[in-house]
Each structure stands twice: as structure tokens, then as C-alpha cells.
């Protein structure tokens, strides 16, 4: 089986990750973590997480990607005893000497390399075989060829990123936060100063910032060069982009597994994406070495929008009414789009809103107030509501 | 000279005491003036590999060492541990931003003769390796300090699409804190560097360092035993001695 791998910042993150159709998913601790200005999850909520994971047949899997310091030993192996006494499904670990540590006290951790370890060549994935790495999770860099020789030279399970944000270096070698701002990049502090801008005497100013990772267009091609594990990037994003990117994700692999993929499938999940993190995506190193046409020039040239309106929290089958809770402003009259993990996704415009006084209103604009609509298709609960932008009977 | 050196110069070199020449191998270095061809390296040589190899540049490695002799070798990526398995050469790693814990250095130390510790740690936290692992550890000691390594050619992307006059090289300027930074590439990637010249020479005091590392590429010398000479027994003036003072943080205090 090929694994839908997503993030989780928290909790109900987590929740929504596996609701949406992903196999796996990834948090971070409170400790030994990059992302340490994240909320991060405490052992009570990894041992909560794990047991929502393993009830519904999925995974979890705990960053133990810190470069540590000599002060951060402290507590690391009373840390990794717990994750293992927890059962989480393995550790993502960078520096070696946690690995070696994991292996030489025989902790029963299956163990993932991090994808700051750059992993690139066969060569590289048989050293860390040899050291116990159960996988590997490939750097963002590697192409087609890197990956097809990896998977034959060495059998190993492999992950790759499929979506999000991508670093300007090559991860895990970059101090530019330290020396500007102090913060610790290689600890979880990184300040993302390849997103900032910078001058050039007598030059246009300077960016390098890099759009984001999107392989739609290729997962069928991953998945042929024996990636088992498809992975998406941000553990600091909200529950919409988890489950509009996982949604979408598990979809268009379940169409691949059928054989039922069509382009104009492919070219809607492409729109929906973009559209939902704000900003360019393209494929990146996959087949190409990425150049000016990948890159921000003239600042992140975001669009910031609120797609997301609301989630549904009930439906009532009998008299056909959708209680949700307010996200953004909507109103009467709007064409919005109901999506979820059971449901295909459909439009419908607006007719009334109910707000919690029992009144009919003509907009919601007070955030996370709780209101109800005439829908006439059945709703689950944690079924979302969003504008209408994209229409796929325009596509082709 | 009371101190062992490896010294990445901007020309071929003679031999010298105490001192061993590391050659940025061509092909296989990103961010440097001037890179050296395997034909200009001797047995007596060191070699510098800092890319990220992929398939095919640890394949072209490979074919390299096999028909070449070299004393030994400096490197970045682990597949190069795999590769001279049965190599009688001296290995040592050097992960410019991996290496800063005790721990993680001695664990480096089963599959490599030296480690050179990472650039971002203070001069406590080197004491205290150096002491736990005495003999055994390289300190990068001067010359520009790399920041970021990219695969990306950043000077090209950025020309070609403000459609300027090529080059290799860019310096760029951060507007609030006015740093600048040195930028390098070639057709594998990109090097950031600190404008200003790192110079850890204080570090030179410390017992049982395997060997000081200093990158010459940028510095105007006639001989290297003049730059030696006065780097020992001469005060720092203007250079900046990165993080040996300066401990980052990395979580933020709470707000309010």
C-alpha cells in the first residue's frame, strides 16, 4: 500500500488529517523537534493521538529531528523510551547519534531518517541502512533517477515530500536565521530568511524564495518508482489545508490505484491546491533542476483569501438542515461548495442562515458562531463549506 | 608553528610542516574561487568533496578514486563512507551545520578517522567536545564561513529573470540590519557566505585539536608561512568570530 503521510500541529489537526483520508501522520514533541515554536504535542496528547491512530488502522509518527547541542542530550533517552512505551509507529530522526542511541539500547523505535540527513545517492541510504533505518525520507532535491536507484540499490522504504513549503537550501544546511536573528535553525527556531528580501547595489532587490512543492502532475510516477510513502509539508497549517490537501491527495491516488485518473481530474486538484495555500506550487527537482521560473522575486506574491466559511458540526437527514460553524463571512445568495472525506464535492447557493438566536439572517460575519441551513445532500459531521472558485465543468 | 593545519589554498602548493593542503576536487565542490582537477592532486594531497552527491556524482566519485591516490579525503555526504569502505585513506567528515554535540561527533568517529564540528556552536561547547573526544576533532578556524548550501543556481535564476549580465557571484544586503552576504555558485548549486571573515584564532589556545581548518581562497599572501606566522602570534583586528560568543536560541519567549 502506498502511504498518504501528513502533518499534524496539534491534536485536532491530527484528527482532521486521518478523517481526510491520510494513512499516516506526523507531529512533533515538545522537545527534540524542529518546529519548536509550533504547539507541538505533549506525551499525554502523542498517547491520545496514537490511540485515535491505531483505532482507525493508521499510524503516527514522532520528529526526533533536533541537531542536538551537548545540552540537549538530557532526558533523550527517557524521551524516546516513552514514545516507544506509547507505540508510536516509528521516530523521524536526523542526528546519528539518536539513531545509534535508539539501536545500541535496543529501544523497539522503528526509525526514519529525516529528510535534513539529504539523502541523495544509493550509497548515502546503504550507510544508514547499515546503522538500523528502517526508511528514508528523501531530500526535496532528489530526482526521478536518484530515486529509482536508491529504491533498487537498497530496498528501503522511502518517503517523499509531495506538498508544501520547500527551504531554499537543501535542508538542514542553512544558519542564515542564526546569524540574523539568533534563532536556531537546525534546533526549530529557523526565522525563513530565504523568504525575506535583500538589496543589491545598482541591482533590482534580491529574493530567493522558493514557491512551493506540488506533485500532482507526477504521484503517479512516484508511486512506479517505489515511493511508499507520499508525504505533505506543514505541521504549523490549519485544519482547511490539511483537509483540502489530503482530501485532494487521497483522491487522486485512489483514482491512480482504479485507473480512473482523468486530465481534467489532474487539472482540478491543481487549481483547488493553489488556490487553497495562497501561493504558486510547482514540481520542483522531480525531473528538472528548478530554475527562475520556480522562484519569488518580487515578494511571495501571496493572495490571501477566505475560502474556508464553515464546518459542519450535524446534519439533520429528516429536515435537511446543516448546522455549521461560522469560518469567515458569508451570506445570502453566495455559491459555496460542500467537500469532504465520503462526500463528492458539490455547489449549491445559499437560500437562508439561521443564526443561533433562531433568526433568518442575510449574512454570518460573526466568527465561530454556530448556524443553520437548508442543504438538501446529506452532510457528515467535519464536512467543510467553502466559497465557490474553482467550477470543473469549465475544465477543458 | 605549534598548531597542525589543513588549508584549502587558491593555488597548488608545496608541501609543508605541519600543515596539510585540502583541494577542492573539481566537479565535486560548491562555493569556492577556484576548484583543483584530480590531475593536479598528488598522493600527498587532501581532497575537499562538499556537495550533496547524488547518483550519478558519487558514481563519477567513485570512478575517480579508484584510479587516482589520494592521502585523504574531506566530505559532507555519508554515501562516501560506504564508498571507501576498503580505501586506505583518512576520512573526515565535515557536515558544515551537523556536527555540534559531543555526542553526535563521537558517533561520526566509528566510521572516520577526524570530525570537523559545525560552524553554529560557542567556543564552551567546543571546549567541552574537544574534551571529551581529545585528538579527534577539527575546527574550522578562519576564512569566510558558509551560511547556506543550495541546489539552486540563485545567481542565474536571479539574472535571468531581471535579464542581467551573468556571473558567479553576487553580494546582497539584508536593509534593516545592513549584513551583507557573499554569494558563490557553479552548475551544482549555491553558497551563501558571511561577508565578513570568520576568525576563530582564539581557538588556537585550545589543548588537543586534531588540526585547525582555514580557508585561504579569499585572502591576499605571498607565502603561507607569512599568513601563519602572523594568524598565530598576531591579534584579530576587524574579523568576526561568529557564534564562539554568541549562543542562538531557538523557542521563542513567551509573548506578553
Known amino acids: 500500500m502506498i502511504e498518504l503521510l501528513a502533518p499534524a500541529g496539534d491534536l485536532e489537526k491530527l484528527?482532521?488529517?486521518?478523517?481526510?483520508?491520510?494513512?499516516?501522520?506526523?507531529?512533533?514533541?515538545?522537545?527534540?523537534?524542529?518546529?519548536?515554536?509550533?504547539k507541538n504535542f505533549s506525551l499525554e496528547d502523542i498517547e491520545k493521538g496514537v490511540l485515535f491512530a491505531h483505532e482507525r488502522g493508521k499510524k503516527v509518527y514522532v520528529t526526533v529531528n533536533i541537531i542536538l547541542h551537548n545540552e540537549d542530550e538530557k532526558g533523550l533517552e527517557e524521551y524516546l523510551w516513552n514514545l516507544s512505551r506509547i507505540g508510536v509507529d516509528a521516530v523521524i530522526v536526523s542526528d546519528i547519534y539518536i539513531i545509534n542511541l535508539i539501536h545500541d539500547l535496543k529501544i523497539p523505535l522503528e526509525i526514519h531518517l529525516s529528510t535534513q540527513a539529504s539523502v541523495l545517492n544509493p550509497l548515502a541510504a546503504k550507510f544508514y541502512q547499515s546503522l538500523g533505518v528502517k526508511r528514508i525520507v528523501l531530500a526535496r532535491e532528489a530526482t526521478e533517477e536518484d530515486i529509482r536507484n536508491i529504491k533498487k540499490e537498497t530496498g528501503l522504504d522511502l518517503e517523499c515530500f509531495i506538498h508544501g513549503a520547500m527551504c531554499t537550501s537543501i535542508s538542514g544546511r542553512c544558519v542564515l536565521s542564526n546569524v540574523l536573528t539568533n534563532r536556531d535553525a537546525n534546533r526549530g527556531g529557523c526565522a525563513q530568511i530565504c523568504r525575506w528580501n535583500f538589496e543589491v547595489e545598482g541591482k533590482p532587490n534580491y529574493q530567493m524564495t522558493s514557491k512551493d512543492l506540488n506533485m500532482i502532475p507526477y504521484i503517479e510516477k512516484m508511486i512506479q518508482c517505489g515511493v511508499n510513502s507520499l508525504k505533505v509539508e506543514g505541521r504549523m497549517r490549519g485544519i482547511y489545508y490539511i483537509a483540502t490537501v489530503i482530501v485532494t491527495y487521497r483522491r487522486l491516488m485512489d483514482q491512480i490505484k482504479k485507473k480512473t485518473l482523468t486530465k481534467e481530474d489532474t487539472i482540478y486538484s491543481l487549481q483547488i491546491l493553489n488556490r487553497c495555500a495562497n501561493r504558486e506550487s510547482t514540481p520542483q527537482f522531480f525531473q528538472k533542476l528548478p530554475?527562475?521560473?520556480?522562484?519569488?522575486?518580487?515578494?511571495?506574491?501571496?493572495?490571501?483569501?477566505?475560502?474556508?466559511?464553515?464546518?459542519?458540526?450535524?446534519?439533520?437527514?429528516?429536515e435537511k438542515i446543516v448546522t455549521l460553524e461560522q469560518r469567515n463571512y458569508f451570506k445570502v445568495g453566495d455559491v459555496v461548495e460542500f467537500f469532504g472525506p465520503n462526500l463528492e464535492t458539490f455547489s449549491m447557493q445559499i437560500h437562508t442562515i439561521t443564526n443561533e438566536q433562531k433568526k433568518n439572517v442575510l449574512e454570518a460575519n460573526h466568527p465561530n458562531e454556530i448556524i443553520k441551513m437548508k442543504v438538501e445532500k446529506p452532510l457528515e459531521k467535519y464536512d467543510m463549506m467553502r466559497l465557490k472558485v474553482i467550477d470543473k465543468a469549465n475544465i477543458l | 608553528m605549534k598548531n597542525k593545519y589543513f588549508i584549502i589554498p587558491k593555488k597548488k602548493e608545496e608541501k609543508m610542516e605541519n600543515v596539510e593542503f585540502l583541494y577542492p576536487l573539481q566537479g565535486f565542490c560548491v562555493g569556492f574561487l577556484k576548484e583543483f582537477s584530480i590531475e593536479e592532486i598528488t598522493e600527498e594531497d587532501y581532497i575537499y568533496v562538499n556537495r550533496i552527491l547524488d547518483t550519478e556524482g558519487i558514481l563519477a566519485l567513485k570512478k575517480i578514486l579508484d584510479s587516482n591516490k589520494i592521502k585523504g579525503i574531506v566530505f559532507e555526504d555519508l554515501g562516501i563512507v560506504e564508498l571507501l569502505k576498503d580505501k586506505k585513506i583518512k576520512k573526515?567528515?565535515?557536515?558544515?551545520?551537523?556536527?555540534?554535540?559531543?555526542?553526535?561527533?563521537?558517533?561520526?568517529?566509528?566510521?572516520?578517522?577526524?570530525?570537523?564540528?559545525?560552524?553554529?556552536?560557542?567556543q564552551e561547547e567546543i571546549k567541552e567536545i574537544i574534551e571529551y573526544l581529545p585528538n579527534s576533532i577539527g575546527l574550522f578556524t578562519y576564512g569566510l564561513m558558509p551560511l547556506m548550501y543550495s541546489r539552486?543556481?540563485?545567481?542565474?535564476?536571479?539574472?535571468?529573470?531581471?535579464?542581467?549580465?551573468?556571473?558567479?557571484?553576487?553580494?546582497?544586503?539584508?536593509p534593516n540590519t545592513k549584513e551583507q552576504f557573499y554569494l558563490i555558485q557553479n552548475e551544482y548549486g549555491t553558497v551563501i557566505y558571511d561577508s565578513k571573515k570568520y576568525d576563530g584564532r582564539e581557538l588556537l589556545n585550545l589543548e588537543?585539536?586534531?588540526?585547525?581548518?582555514?580557508?585561504?581562497?579569499?585572502?591576499?599572501?605571498?607565502?603561507?608561512?607569512?599568513?601563519?606566522?602572523?594568524?598565530?602570534?598576531?591579534?584579530?583586528l576587524e574579523n568576526w568570530d561568529g557564534f564562539l560568543h554568541q549562543k542562538t536560541i531557538y523557542r521563542l519567549p513567551p509573548k506578553g
Open chain 2, 208 to 236: 588537543g585539536v586534531a588540526f585547525h581548518l582555514l580557508n585561504l581562497q579569499w585572502d591576499n599572501y605571498e607565502k603561507i608561512q607569512d599568513f601563519l606566522k602572523s594568524f598565530e602570534t598576531e591579534k584579530s
Open chain 2, 92 to 122: 573526515i567528515f565535515y557536515a558544515t551545520h551537523a556536527t555540534c554535540s559531543k555526542f553526535t561527533a563521537q558517533t561520526y568517529l566509528k566510521y572516520v578517522d577526524y570530525v570537523i564540528l559545525s560552524l553554529d556552536i560557542t
Open chain 1, 291 to 318: 530554475s527562475e521560473e520556480e522562484q519569488y522575486f518580487q515578494g511571495r506574491e501571496e493572495i490571501s483569501n477566505q475560502d474556508f466559511l464553515g464546518l459542519v458540526l450535524d446534519y439533520d437527514k429528516k
Open chain 2, 152 to 174: 539552486r543556481t540563485l545567481i542565474k535564476n536571479y539574472e535571468v529573470h531581471y535579464n542581467l549580465e551573468e556571473t558567479n557571484d553576487l553580494w546582497i544586503e539584508e
Open chain 1, 15 to 38: 484528527k482532521f488529517a486521518l478523517h481526510y483520508g491520510a494513512d499516516a501522520v506526523y507531529i512533533g514533541g515538545q522537545n527534540f523537534s524542529l518546529r519548536a515554536n509550533a
